[in-house]
């Protein structure tokens, strides 16, 4: 993947960067393979982007993140629209406070264990439903390691 | 004995802070990067001993590729210090300790200073110094240019260093580059620092490529896979870093500061760029009615003093009209300059103008720019000399010049005083309003210049952008007010300076060759034989005598008409005349100041030329627009 299609509030590792005039101040800055990256914000229309390299905050514009080839870490958490479908715990949800609402009443709340059907649909501790795209996209969770092993069960 | 000693670190890390504590200066600080772009020099003593300065821009690596970079590398390279003190910022040390690795490279006198260390105590961020000391193999001092916290350690740091110099070499970069390094060190003259630029060389560094031997061709000696072995000794220098904190650094989880909120707000997607113009508004608004009850004041009581000097003689009259009038209309808008650099002072050290660049940065691909310019342009309001040299900071360079170019359209605050006389006669109803409009007006005549330039005097692709964001920093009322100071004594000094003497050539020009009737003194003859030219947008010849004697400073346009109406209480003009006026005088002609600097900055007399004759062209058009447009609605 490459670090401009990464989506916000995700942690990548680098693994490679395509040479450019700029990649001398990049490796200055610490954008390296094998470095992480948060991906922070975004400016309006989507570009450029604010990412956190150690503890600095730098601006990239699109055209330069596309040049840094990325994976995500292992322990980061990534929005429901990019993960394939399997058991998820709920790390935190990117929302306004009436939609938090809602997907709490779902049973979609931080610390959740969740899990998303082939079908899209989520099926959480409540029961099994359909959110939508702009919710799952607001929804980041980490993958489920043994604790979370056993069924979901109906409330 | 003199002791020279150069400070370099990351931008933004706090040199130029620490400069001015160590030398009790005080030079250009604000909490953005890219503030400091030429060397700077001081000079102090102690313990008998005269300690010299130097202040450098900021730097990740010294691969240098902006011209303020580079300035630091070839100081460190040509002139290195007796003592280089690398700056650290305690709060992100690795970038830092990455450079402080590098420079370690060039064989000097190293002292590395972990400043901001206030900032980091709060965030529970705790250094190790001894065991930094003993893998870094360098003095290591914790400073804090705010509190003051270790200046006077790192003094004797400094003392202590070059009695007994110590030039660690640190890293073994593994032998596949450890030989690659041997093998090209034979490329470079004896005179030049080898082990240095032939691994600059293996990093694919374009400066050292320039400093090979006359006889040896790049393409023919350099390895193929450089860029990856400029990764791996970037990669080798990181992980030295990372594992040097691991033991010497100590941190606690970070919370959610109160500040990470407000920023949330400030950058948002929708609503950051609305929230910029507010602001922007209430900046202009603040300049316009903070100081308005001042400017008031201090205009009656000039009016007071002229009446009662009165001008009968030669002599009082070139003190009342020459003097107090000429000079006083200036003068008595100064508290609406200090004012706005209130507003600007705020904006600078908050951290919110790069964040600015941030939000811009998009709209400014069109303009073939970056929001880095667009910030650049910001400072402009202030001073268009400022712009023109914070643009070292702009990495490529058909940008650098395109910003330099389109900077005198940004309405600097010499224009305010004009701006307040001339609105205050012709739109005494709708003064905050109209001041705002000339400030949109101004920031529309810059972007439409961007795009002219870029379409006929330099053609070219869109351009990277890396820039940081620095912390927010709540900004103290001292350091404002310093700001505004050092910013606002300019004013002070050219009232006392260009425009007194300017003044005092316009009175000679009145007041010859008959005192009696202002109609047939010189500078009447001046107006009316170039009135021809301005016929068209309806400028009377006091009008434009003013507008040939204030292509020196603006402000002297005040000080004319002030004193060929003998007060600006005095002056008549109509709305859409002095509406043609104030569009002109936008864009005519950058000052004197300005052109210097364009000059200076460009190395060449092709863009001042081009800069004068485009902004004549210019706001002639849109002066004669305004005035065509205005008589059919008026
Ligand atoms: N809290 C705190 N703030 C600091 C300290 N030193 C500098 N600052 C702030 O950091 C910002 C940058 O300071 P400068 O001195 O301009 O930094 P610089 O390294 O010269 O920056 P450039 O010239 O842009 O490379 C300003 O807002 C300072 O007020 C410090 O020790 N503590
Ligand atoms: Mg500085």
Known sequence: MKLSEAPIGAQVEVLHIEESDITPRLRGIGVLPGIKIEVLKSAPMGDPRMYRVFNKVISLRSSEAELIEVQTSEDSPLPLTFVSPGKYRVEHIECGRIAWMNLSRLGIIEGAIVQLLDDRRVKTANGVYDVGFGKLRKIYVIPCKQECNHEIKNA | MVITVGLIGNPNVGKTSLFNKLVGARQYVANWPGVTVTRVEGATSYKEQTLHFIDLPGLYTLSATSLDEKVTRDFLLYSPPNVTIVVIDSMSPEQGMYLLLETLELNLNVIAVFNAID??????????????????????????????????????????????????????????????????????????????????????????MELLKKDVEPTSVLPSNMSDLAIKIAKRRYEYVMNVLNRAMSKSESAITSMEAIDHVFTHKYIGIPIFFAL???????????????????????????????????????????????????????????????????MEESGYLPRIA????????????????????????????????????????????????????????????????????????????????????????????????????????????????????????????????????????????????????????????????????????????????????????????????????KEIIVSSFAQFYGGVGNIVLDPVTASALMVFILGYIPCFATLAAIKSETNSLKYPIISVVYSLSISYILAFLVSIIGRVIV
């Open chain 2, 280 to 346: 922007m508004y209430l900046a202009f608004n603040f300049t316009f009615k903070a100081s308005e009850p001042l400017v008031g004041l201090i205009e009656v009581g000039f009016q007071k003093l002229t009446d009662l000097i009165g001008s009968n003689s030669i002599f009082t009259s070139l003190i009342s009209q020459g003097i107090i009038n000429g000079v006083g209309s200036v003068i008595s808008f100064i508290p609406s300059i200090f004012a706005l650099f209130f507003a600007l002072g705020i």
């Open chain 2, 358 to 553: 941030f939000l811009m940065d998009r709209a400014m691909y069109s303009l073939k720019l970056t929001g880095r310019s667009f910030m650049t342009l910001l400072l402009g309001f202030g001073c268009n000399v400022s712009s023109v040299m914070a643009a070292r900071g702009l990495t490529d360079e058909r940008e650098r010049v395109t910003t330099i170019l389109v900077s005198p359209f940004v309405s600097c605050s010499a224009r305010i005083p004009v701006y307040l006389m001339i609105i205050g006669i012709a739109f005494p109803n709708h003064r905050a309003e109209a001041f705002f409009v000339m400030y949109l007006l101004s920031i529309a005549l810059t972007a439409l210049s961007a795009r002219i330039i870029n379409k006929i005097v330099m053609k070219g692709e869109s351009i990277p952008l890396v820039m940081e964001l620095p912390r927010y920093r709540f900004p103290s009322l001292s350091n404002v007010a310093t700001y505004m100071w050092n910013r606002g004594k300019h004013f002070l000094q050219k009232a006392g300076t260009i425009i007194l003497v300017a003044s005092v050539i316009v009175w000679v020009l009145i007041y010859f060759p008959d005192p009696t009737n202002i109609e047939n003194s010189f500078a009447a003859m001046i107006g009316k034989g170039l009135q021809f030219i301005f016929a068209p947008l309806g400028f009377q010849w006091q009008t434009v005598s003013a507008l040939i004697f204030g292509s020196v400073a």
């Open chain 2, 119 to 208: 900032e980091a105590k709060k965030n529970s961020i705790k250094f190790d110094k001894s065991s930094l000391e003993s893998y870094l193999r360098v003095p290591i001092v914790l400073t804090s240019a705010h509190t003051g916290e270790g200046i006077t350690e790192l003094m004797e740091t400094i003392l202590a260093t070059f009695r007994k110099p110590n030039r660690p070499k640190l890293l073994d970069y593994g032998p596949e580059i450890e030989s690659k390094v041997a093998e090209f060190e034979q490329y470079f003259e004896d005179k030049y620092n080898k082990r240095f630029l032939s691994l600059k060389l293996v990093e694919g560094d374009k400066f050292a």
